[in-house]
Every structure is written in structure tokens, then in C-alpha cells.
């Protein structure tokens, strides 16, 4: 048996909807791992029940000196290793989005672990990893030597499978030193100004096609009607429709949404690439040659600019 720890983020006292997949990930593989679910702040009772259901077993609730640790990620850093000291933990799992990414990082070079991002698949048991390589074009298998392990999943790309517990919490305040070299002051949001789209269940995107920055506007209606993120090819980006924060694909950010809504793009390889492990690729393109239709599970040979305001609206009426 494993004790693994999984990094939680919450928002507004609610766990975040990729999180339940990392807590399936913790229970992979033929051993019965024992499930810690690491989070900072004072929402351990609020998350609890969405904790339990998906596996957590303990819920650790960190306290830091600072009220508010998010400012200060150095801090995070070294509370969370102390953490895995205290409580014995064989490896670390987080989302491997813009924070996870960063705080993983942190964590495994304080600690001089091996870091694997952007797991595909997981086996606690064998000690054996794989990961994306290449922008999608390729799988890593790689075998872990040593503990602890700090692993990133993809997000998304593991189901969230109920496996309810009783979980109990853990309150821990590490015997830190208050560290302030780097303090984050202010966090000025970029993109869509919706989700991102490395972490999104749902992404509409737009291509070249789309013709103005100002026509992004109809993706972003229709998104806002389902709470989707709205990304955008390299085409769409390099004539100055949109941020390159809204990229996907190989030169852009890999994603694994539920449901991928491309309108106007081609799907060359380098699109396909960072968006192939979608679970649901719907098209919708005026062009019955376009390379895409044969790579979605849904095509849509029509106008964009007819296609999409009238799912705005069907939505709408939902």
C-alpha cells in the first residue's frame, strides 16, 4: 500500500471539478493506495464531502502564517514538503495546469524528487509513468526509481470515479520560516477572460475563418451559455484574433475537454495534435474537405456565423 497525496485547489470553497480526476488517479493500479488530500486555507469542511466521495481518506488542511498562502507559492512549497515528511507520503499528484505546474515544480525541487508532467497514465504498483511527448505526437513510458514521486496529470484525461470514504480531517501548521523573496501582488487575467483552456470541460474554438478579433464574440456568447472556455488555432492567433493564451495545439496548450467544439479550423496536425484526446470532437466547418471532418465524432458542413448563434440560442432555451 502507497499513501499518496494529492495537491487540491479550490475556488470559492468548492473543490475544482479537475481535482476528482486526480483523486481517481491516486487510486490506480491493483494496490490500495491510502489517499491524502492536501489543501491550504480553511475550506477542509466545505470540501469535504466532494473530497470523501471521490476516494480522500485524510483531508489535510494546511495553515501557513501568511492568511493568505497563494501569495506567497515559496511558502506553499515548503509547507507542502513538510507535509509529506509528516505524514509519510510515497508521492505527490496535482493538476498539471498553471498552478499545479508551477507549485509541482517547486515541491520537486526542494526535495530533489524525480518530476514527471502531464501524466497520461499511472501505475503505483510497478512505479511505471506515461506522458505526452511532443505535443501529443508521442508517449514516454518511464519507470520511476526512488521516492517520493511528484507527478502532474493532464487534466481531464482521467474519469472521475465516486469512491466514497469517510475522511477525516488533519489540521497541520508546519514549522515554517516565512519566505518573501517572491510575493504575488496581483494576478491580471488574460485570454477570453472565461476558463482556461488547458483546465476546461468544454472548449469552442475559432479558426482564421472567424475573419476579426471583434467576431470572437459569437464563440464567446455561445460559451457563456455552457460555461465553456474559448480557445483558438495558431492561425486565428498569428492574425491578431486572439491571445496566444488561447492557443491549442502543438505550438499552443495541449487540452482534454469533455466536449471540443472546432468551428472553422482545418485540423491540420499541428491543431490535432493538442486537442486529439478530447473526448468529444465536434466540427463544424462550410468546407466538406476540410481535414477535420475526418478526425471528429460530429461534423457540421455549414456557416459559422449561422452555425454557432443558432446553438447560442438552442442553448439558450436549455
Known sequence: MARIGVLIEEKDGKVKRTNLGALTAARQGSVDNEVYALLFGDHAETCREALQRYGAEKIVAIRTPEPDPSAFPEMQA???????????LDALLGVAGQYGKDMLARVA?????????????????????????????????????????????????FPELADPRNAEILNYEPRIQEAKRLAIREIKHGG????????????????????????????????????AAVGASRAAVDAGFATHAMQVGQTGKTVSPRLYIACGI????????????????????????????????YGLIGDLFKVVPALTKALGKG
Open 78 to 88: 515548503a509547507a507542502l514538503c513538510l507535509a509529506m515528511d509528516a505524514f509519510l
Open 109 to 157: 525541487s526542494l526535495k530533489g524528487a524525480p518530476l514527471v508532467l502531464d501524466c497520461l497514465e499511472i501505475d503505483f504498483s510497478s512505479g511505471i509513468v506515461k506522458k505526452s511527448h511532443f505535443s501529443g505526437k508521442t508517449t514516454a513510458t518511464l519507470r520511476l526509481n526512488g521516492r517520493p514521486w511528484i507527478l502532474g496529470i493532464r487534466p481531464n484525461i
Open 266 to 297: 482545418s485540423g491540420s496536425v499541428q491543431h490535432f495534435a493538442g486537442m486529439k484526446t478530447s473526448k468529444i470532437i465536434v466540427a463544424i466547418n462550410n468546407d466538406a474537405d476540410a481535414p477535420i471532418f475526418s478526425k471528429c465524432d
Open 192 to 227: 477570453s477572460g472565461g476558463p482556461d483552456v488547458s483546465e476546461a470541460e468544454i472548449i469552442i474554438s475559432g479558426g482564421r475563418p472567424l475573419g476579426s478579433g471583434e467576431n470572437f464574440k459569437i464563440l464567446r456568447d455561445c460559451a457563456a451559455v455552457f460555461g
